[in-house]
């Protein structure tokens, strides 16, 4: 049976997940950047763990996490954090489109940065 189009939580359900969201490219550009950062510092980490290589976490706050909750507890804080970014950066996208891209483009290169720098790092002390 197909819902009645005045029912309000179909209209709701309708409105969030049917909908584009601005920014689309960017935000997902951002996750995968991420992603890639979650990616580097487990790899880091497990070879620390078969000794070979001294890395650590350099982020205090997600240090804490790590060594409280292990890589749980790791992974939780960081996609938190990129859940965050990317939902203030969709709220500012509707007042302020270029200031969201503006948001999400710097941490996307921010990440970056500290991906090719866990790169190089890792490719450093491993040899």
């Not at 890395?55 to 706050?61: A, D, H």
């Not at 960081?78 to 007042?95: D, E, S, Y």
């Amino acid at each position: 049976m197909r819902e009645s189009p005045r029912n309000p939580l179909a209209q709701l359900f309708r409105w969030v997940f049917q909908r584009k969201l601005p920014l689309e490219s960017e935000t997902s550009i951002f996750i995968l950047v991420n992603v890639l950062d979650f990616a580097m510092t487990w790899w880091m980490l497990m070879h620390r763990e078969m000794g070979l290589g001294n890395f650590y976490e350099s982020n205090p706050v997600a240090r804490y996490f790590l060594n409280h909750w292990g890589v749980k507890g790791l992974i939780y804080f960081k996609m938190a954090v990129v859940a965050f970014v990317c939902v203030i950066a969709q709220i500012v996208a509707t007042r302020r489109e270029a200031s969201a891209r503006f948001l999400l483009l710097v941490g996307t290169a921010v990440v970056g940065a500290v991906v090719i720098y866990s790169l190089r790092l890792f490719l450093q002390h491993v040899r």
